[in-house]
């Protein structure tokens, strides 16, 4: 992360991320395919682990790749992409409201108090080992804990979405895209980012 500052001297803070060009594999129309999408594709990797099929399919040893579906009424913003075309940072403008989603940090195994921010026993007044502990997880007569009690547990890897979040600079000479506030997962995460 780091900070930006507008033209009114105002600063936000900001998330750099490089824009890898994406290469369009196909275009579904809702005559065609039932409903309209486009795929693309980016990542390079070794041409033995990739099948043929999915050569065949992608004309080349491409890594990830994802279908984005318009909202509705937007159909025919689908039929002006092409199979074959690069898409690169400049697809975004500054002042655009996105969504981005990515899996977050993996954390491990964490307590309560880390995990779902519960507060722990007192200090004082004969407390001994119990600062981090989660108190009662169960009542009187049920004799048994309920489903979806918050407990300790794995924390972290999950996919994020994060909406509503503004462009502040796009920089297409180094395929940079700063965006406004946080933005789930660590350094090297593949990050998915599209219009509202």
Excluded: W
């Excluded at 890594?63 to 984005?68: D, R, Y």
């Excluded at 007044?125 to 502990?133: D, I, T």
């Amino acid at each position: 992360m780091t900070q930006v500052f507008d033209a009114d001297g105002v600063c936000h803070p900001a998330t750099v991320l490089r824009v890898s060009p994406l290469t369009v594999t196909q275009v579904k129309s809702a005559e065609a395919n039932g409903y309209a999408s486009v795929q693309v594709a980016t990542g390079e990797q070794k041409e033995h682990r990739v099948n043929k099929s999915q050569k065949g399919h992608l004309g080349a040893a491409l890594k990830h790749v994802k279908e984005f579906r318009p909202r509705k009424n937007y159909e025919e913003s689908v039929a002006s992409f092409e199979t074959g075309q690069t898409l690169d940072a400049t697809v975004f403008a500054p002042g655009d409201m996105v969504v981005v989603a990515a899996t977050s940090k993996g954390k491990g195994f964490q307590g309560v108090v880390k995990r779902h921010g519960f507060a722990g026993g007192p200090g004082s007044h004969g407390q001994k080992h119990s600062e981090r502990e989660p108190g009662s997880i169960g009542q009187t007569g049920i004799n048994r804990v309920l489903k979806g009690m918050r407990m300790a547990g794995r924390m972290g890897s999950d996919r994020i979405t994060v909406k509503n979040l503004q462009v502040l600079q796009v920089e297409p000479n180094e395929n940079l895209l700063l965006i406004k506030g946080a933005v789930p997962g660590r350094k090297g995460t593949l990050v998915e980012v599209r219009n509202v």
